[in-house]
């Protein structure tokens, strides 16, 4: 059976390490902390003196530390190097592409078989059936331990044998998630502002979604075609929904709200109708933002 160490046992560690235990799978568990270790051992876990050892002793190493910076330190360290020769290191720190291909390629020239990953859920989601973790990085090693890391969550997904691709969709999600749950504080706002209750607000943000959601897979799938131009099939023009968003500016100016957001999105509007985009898809948007701000778009 395969034999674990989990390197690191603050809230996500510790989901990890428990839902290895609660299917009977050996593991060690190290932390710079040994305290925090402690509710693991009573829970089964083995807790050796130093990480070297710990590692040592596992086939499978995951790492779930502060940053990348922590992990290095830790991973370097000479013993702990020579130890890690053979093994699998799945690397569950958060993290930047660039920080996970510097990392695969450290372990590449050490004959350490490399995973990183991306955790789509918080501590209390870990080893659930729904449970999403993207892996990128050496596709045998995720093949070959599919159980072991199936337990943190069944929908484990592989993503690419780049390792830096999981952090970039990792990122990519959660800026998703940013904007909604900025554009809901920032919708709040007005609610509040106008005496309406909340209660109201997220009755209809519901019948609304699917509008929203419809709206969204169109986004997706004209950026990825690069249909920017407006056509029979554009749901609304940059045009009209400058049109539209002018009422958000006007209320918060009315009510004292804070412009920083709105603000950011009006220079994009502004740039796109400046450089004659007015009748094209809102599409069109993403060479604004992609050529690395509205100063360089056309």
């Not at 569950?92 to 372990?107: F, I, K, N, V």
């Not at 099939?233 to 009422?247: G, N, P």
């Amino acid at each position: 059976m395969t034999k674990t160490c989990v390197v690191g046992a603050g809230r996500m560690g510790s989901a990890f390490a428990r839902a290895l235990l609660a299917e009977g799978i050996e593991t060690r568990v190290w932390n710079r902390s040994p305290e925090k270790v402690a509710p693991l051992v009573a829970a089964g876990a083995h807790a050796p003196e130093s990480l070297a050892e710990a590692v040592a002793a596992s086939d499978v190493v995951i790492v779930n530390v502060i940053d990348y910076a922590a992990a290095d330190a830790l991973l370097r360290m000479l013993a702990v190097e020579r130890a890690l020769a053979g093994k699998v290191v799945v690397q569950l720190t958060s993290g930047s592409p660039r920080q996970a291909r510097e990392a695969g390629r450290w372990a590449a020239e050490r004959s350490i078989a490399y995973l990183d990953g991306a955790i789509m859920a918080t501590p209390n989601f870990i080893g659930g059936a729904e449970t999403t973790i993207l892996y990128s990085g050496m596709r045998q090693a995720f093949e070959r331990h599919r159980d072991v890391l199936r337990v943190f969550g069944g929908n484990g997904v592989f993503v690419g044998e780049d390792a830096g691709h999981a952090s970039a969709l990792d990122t990519g999600l959660l800026t998703q998630m940013w904007g909604k749950l900025f554009g809901t504080l920032q919708a709040l706002a007005v609610v509040r502002a106008e005496g309406i209750g909340l209660e109201a607000y997220a009755r209809y943000m519901r019948d609304f979604q699917p509008v929203v959601d419809a709206a969204t897979d169109d986004l997706i799938a004209r950026v990825g075609e690069g249909r920017w131009r407006g056509d029979a099939a554009t749901l609304a023009t940059i045009e009209a929904h400058y049109s539209a968003f002018h009422h958000l500016l006007a209320i918060g100016d009315e009510h004292g709200l804070d412009r920083a957001l709105p603000a950011a999105l009006d220079g994009l509007f502004k740039a796109a109708l400046a450089a004659g985009h007015a009748a094209d898809d809102f599409a069109a948007l993403m060479r604004f933002i992609e050529r690395g701000g509205v100063r360089h778009a056309a």
